[in-house]
Antibody
Framework: QVQLVQSGAEVKKPGASVKVSCKAS????????ISWVRQAPGQGLEWVGWISAYKGNTNYAQKLQGRVTMTTDTSTSTAYMELRSLRSDDTAVYYC???????WGQGTLVTVSS | QAVVTQEPSLTVSPGGTVTLTCGSS?????????PYWLQQKPGQAPRTLIY???NKHSWAPARFSGSLLGGKAALTLSGAQPEDEAEYYC?????????FGGGTKLTVL
């Protein structure tokens, strides 16, 4: 069965970077893109961006352009999302998702606090 | 960027029927927006119920259905159960850019 398993919770200071991983299994990794979505405490879902697991081309949300980088490692079927220059309003649960077909990871809480 | 609108909250009686809608600031929602409907319960990850307008995910109960209605995407719940109380999000795609609606809090009461 399709599974997306994310890395554990992170606590970072303002200005630092965080890199979240998402390991896929149960399907051919390069056949689908991976999206990243975040949810601040008590708020709705916000699309962060998307990466093609086949070609590596990306599409990022305009408000995060310049601070976010998405990559994949096809040898381990793992997607990564790195967010730099963290601010307190980046505190959120970050989800990876294979939106096509409707599969989601369990989420990774990233807390930005001094 | 497009804005996707949903009813902030709705209430349905147990066994009743309710329709949630998903509109776009750019005009009518079409199948080309690949509408998705997600269900999220407190403390849990979102779960896809409907994809590509009306296709039901394998784990979605039969009482959920998706459609296009009056220029919007719609999620209809027929025969509401207490366990259907949750937040529901729609998702539209605009040439590769994904935009979520603000969510509808559905109360079964």
């Amino acid at each position: 069965q399709v599974q997306l398993v994310q890395s554990g919770a992170e606590v970072k200071k303002p200005g630092a970077s965080v890199k979240v991983s998402c390991k896929a299994s149960g399907y051919t990794f390069t056949s689908y893109g991976i999206s990243w979505v975040r949810q601040a405490p008590g708020q709705g879902l916000e699309w962060v961006g998307w990466i093609s697991a086949y070609k590596g081309n990306t599409n990022y949300a305009q408000k995060l352009q310049g601070r976010v980088t998405m990559t994949t490692d096809t040898s381990t079927s793992t997607a990564y999302m790195e967010l730099r220059s963290l601010r307190s309003d980046d505190t959120a649960v970050y989800y990876c998702a294979r939106i096509k077909g409707g599969y989601w990871g369990q989420g990774t809480l990233v807390t930005v606090s001094s | 960027q497009a804005v996707v609108t949903q009813e902030p909250s709705l209430t349905v009686s147990p066994g009743g029927t309710v329709t949630l809608t998903c509109g776009s600031s750019t005009g009518a929602v079409t199948s080309g927006h690949w509408p998705y409907w997600l269900q999220q319960k407190p403390g849990q990850a979102p779960r896809t119920l409907i994809y590509d307008t009306s296709n039901k995910h394998s784990w979605a109960p039969a009482r959920f259905s998706g459609s296009l209605l009056g220029g919007k995407a719609a999620l209809t719940l027929s025969g509401a159960q207490p366990e259907d109380e949750a937040e529901y999000y729609c998702l539209l795609s605009y040439s590769g850019i994904v935009v979520f609606g603000g969510g509808t809090k559905l109360t079964v009461l």
